[in-house]
């Protein structure tokens, strides 16, 4: 019986020891600097209030279309809506950032979002693509020596939940994270407009997933 018991825990460690030592493949080339030795780079410069984005999401199979509001409540909580153009609501969730870790409310999934790791996947994808308005986050900061690009580290859960936030000059162009079980996802942001990201495009593999968001101009216009 001291025999099993010793065996799970070596093997419970080692897992444990395997999943956290994948962090670092994802700052290769990267050495680690004090948060106040450089400008962080942000995706919203603080100028989010209420931005509403043309969505398309694909989720196995299936494809919804219409708008997605994401709305500034307050200083750390959100609302996020994504609904057809006709006003039904496939999701409408909350995000709080008052804690360490992100606190979601769900008001409404659809159905057949609501499904498997989905309704999560979707979930910390927006957590990840806010996260800067997180003022209790943990947050590590890397530069890369050859390049110069930055690269913050975010533990949301010290074990489950990590994010990568990669910037070129001054913004940030991709978020990376993964989270068991959820697996991986990435969010590219390939154009800006008037410091705001005006294209988003969000994949997770494991689960067939990409949302694509643009943003919509003050005159309606795509």
């Known amino acids: 019986m001291k025999f099993l018991i010793q065996k799970i825990f070596i093997l419970t460690l080692f897992v444990s020891m395997s999943f956290i030592s994948c ?117 590590q900061v890397f530069k890369q020596s050859n390049s110069g690009d930055v690269a913050l580290q975010n533990s949301f859960d010290s074990y489950n939940y990590y994010s990568f936030r990669y910037s070129g000059k001054n913004k940030i162009q991709t978020v990376k994270w993964y989270a068991k079980p959820e697996g991986k996802s990435v969010i590219n942001f390939p154009e800006y407009k008037d410091n705001l990201p005006s294209d988003i495009l969000i994949k997770n593999s494991k689960y067939s997933i990409i949302l694509s968001l643009k943003l919509i101009d003050k005159t309606g216009k795509y």
């Open 23 to 139: 962090s670092p493949n994802y700052l290769k080339g990267y050495k680690q600097l004090k948060y106040s030795d450089i400008s962080i780079p942000t995706i919203f410069s603080g100028q989010l209030n209420k931005l509403l984005y043309k969505a398309n999401l694909r989720v196995m199979g299936n494809e919804l279309t219409g708008v997605c509001l994401i709305k500034k409540i307050n200083n750390t909580e959100f609302r996020l809506v994504f609904m057809s153009e006709i006003g039904m609501k496939y999701f409408d969730i909350g995000i709080n950032y008052q804690n360490e870790k992100p606190v979601f409310t769900v008001y409404y999934f659809v159905s057949v979002l609501d499904r498997g790791e989905v309704k999560q996947i979707l979930m910390n994808d927006f957590a990840a693509l806010l996260n800067e308005y997180g003022s209790k986050r943990k947050t």
